[in-house]
């Protein structure tokens, strides 16, 4: 008897059923994840807020930052003739899971609203609100009049912040309540109340072979790990830094990593004595072991840097790691020498972030200069969340948060935001240069996602901006 108990339990898991021997129901989806700290597409700042909105909202279109080419979903098209007018065209009949119609006054209200709104999501929409004229002439159709030419226009867009919100929303403005009752355009809708344990999404429309129910389940990423393991979840959508490794053996064929949109900085006041030296911010990122971190405090959830643009938004891969990006501590020490900087302690803080200290250890350890982990006068974490898959996004944070100017970068930058979506990748990699090389911020790293699913799934892919994508999970 004492044999026959784990070769029970082996063949239950190999069949895809539950402890309790009950085979899932064929057309549902069973989804571990981390509990999203919000619903409201604006408002998101994390993976399972985002995998949500993807599967509850569909947004304009989908941007590719390799190609510059969006490909159209709740539009029709996007385009202008001059880049500063744009136009975008809907695709007709889309309505909201409440059954009232989807307009370009939806989205005009929407954005409008965003921009009034303390949200994530509301920087994106200011920027696209410096627009002379954003209008709905007619209810497919959006009207946007720019104030200069912007080829970064159908990036923008694709935003997933910058879903529409039906007008009775817009009109209560009781986000509280919204967020835990959401109403989209997207595949799915919410079933009931979101709560902290999860949710139900049901399918708004018949797709063969896919989940027409998706029970969400929120809590501790390594039980959830081993629940799919054991065949009791089918997919989970966070893996813990101590699962990392036998990710790789335990789900061969069946996991996923992706980019997220987020990037880390070391940030340089450049107004301080000290830091106003090139030679100075080149000895300290070079003092940096960024596989070091990622492999111990940040836990396997990152990828060390090898450019400035992650590659969330990076236009093209770059062919080899940037020197910024690379630990070097004879030569950071050398450049500090040669820069004869005091070795007196440095305050380096302004950020909650748990990698502040080990990061303050291991510089202090690496160049000989003490690193203090605490607010003051000198290095600074620079973290930033990225709403769209722009390069401009992160060069513009990365100049407004350090104040860093000089002959050529502004012209530059604007260059490459009014050069065609498609052919701006080589403009964008001449800002990027240039910002390695005056390095008034040292790149870190970017952040990645993971997920791992059961036989009895496939077809699961994911995407920097919207995570796993739900709605073409199949089932067999």
């Not at 989205?107 to 994106?124: C, F, L, M, N, P």
């Not at 209008?135 to 694709?158: C, F, K, M, N």
């Not at 910024?324 to 500090?336: H, R, V």
Request: charged share 20%; net charge negative.
């Amino acid at each position: 008897m004492r044999l026959l108990a784990p070769l029970l339990a082996a063949a239950l898991v190999a069949a895809g059923c539950t402890e309790s021997g009950e085979s899932p129901a064929p057309d549902v989806l069973r989804v571990g994840l981390a509990a999203p700290a919000t619903l409201l597409p604006a408002d998101i700042r994390d993976q399972s807020g985002r995998m949500l909105a993807g599967a509850l909202w569909t947004p304009l279109g989908d941007y590719d930052p390799t190609t510059g080419k969006m490909t159209p979903r709740a539009a029709e098209s996007v385009t202008s003739p001059d880049r500063t007018t744009w136009t975008v065209k809907l695709k007709d009949g889309a309505k909201f899971h409440d059954g009232t119609p989807v307009t370009a006054q939806s989205y005009v209200d929407t954005w409008k609203t965003i921009g009034q709104e303390q949200w994530q999501a509301s920087r994106v929409v200011k920027e696209l609100l410096r627009a002379k004229e954003i209008t709905a002439p007619d209810p497919l159709t959006i009207r946007l009049v720019l104030d200069r030419p912007s080829g970064q226009t159908p990036a923008l867009l694709s935003s997933p912040a910058l879903v529409p919100l039906p007008a009775s929303a817009l009109a209560s403005r009781d986000w509280a309540g919204f967020a835990q009752r959401p109403v989209g355009n997207g595949p799915f809708r919410l079933d009931g109340a979101w709560q902290p344990s999860g949710g139900t999404l049901v399918r708004v429309a018949d797709a063969p072979g896919k989940a027409r129910v998706i029970e969400l389940k929120t809590g501790d990423a390594a039980a959830q790990y081993d629940e799919v393991k054991a065949g009791k979840l089918d997919l989970s959508t966070v893996v813990p830094g101590d699962r990392h490794e036998a990710m790789h053996a335990d789900f061969a064929q069946r996991h996923v990593m992706w980019a997220l949109p987020n990037v880390s900085y070391l940030g340089f006041p450049l107004t301080a004595a000290h830091f106003s030296d090139t030679t100075v911010r080149h000895g300290f990122a070079l003092g940096v072991d960024r596989a070091a971190l990622e492999a111990g405090v940040l836990g396997k959830q990152v990828d060390p840097a090898k450019s400035l643009l992650p590659p969330a938004v990076a236009p093209g891969e770059r062919s080899s790691t940037c020197r910024p990006c690379t630990f070097d501590a004879g030569a950071g020490k050398s450049l500090l020498t040669q820069a004869e900087f005091p070795a007196t302690p440095v305050h380096f803080g302004q950020s909650q972030a748990n990698w502040l200290r080990p990061l303050a250890d291991q510089v202090t350890k690496a160049v000989g200069v003490p690193l203090a982990p605490e607010p003051g006068q000198g290095p600074f974490a620079l973290d930033i969340g990225l709403m769209t898959p722009s390069p401009q996004e992160v060069l513009s944070e990365i100049a407004k948060t350090t104040g860093y100017a000089s002959d050529g970068f502004a012209d530059l930058l604007k260059s490459a935001e009014e050069t065609e979506s498609a052919d701006s990748g080589e403009v964008y990699r001449l800002v990027e240069n240039q910002l390695l090389r005056d390095l008034p911020v040292a790149p870190l790293w970017s952040g990645h996602g993971h997920a791992v699913w059961a036989e009895r799934a496939g077809d699961v892919t994911a995407t920097t901006f919207g995570g796993v994508d739900l709605s073409a999970v199949s089932l067999h």
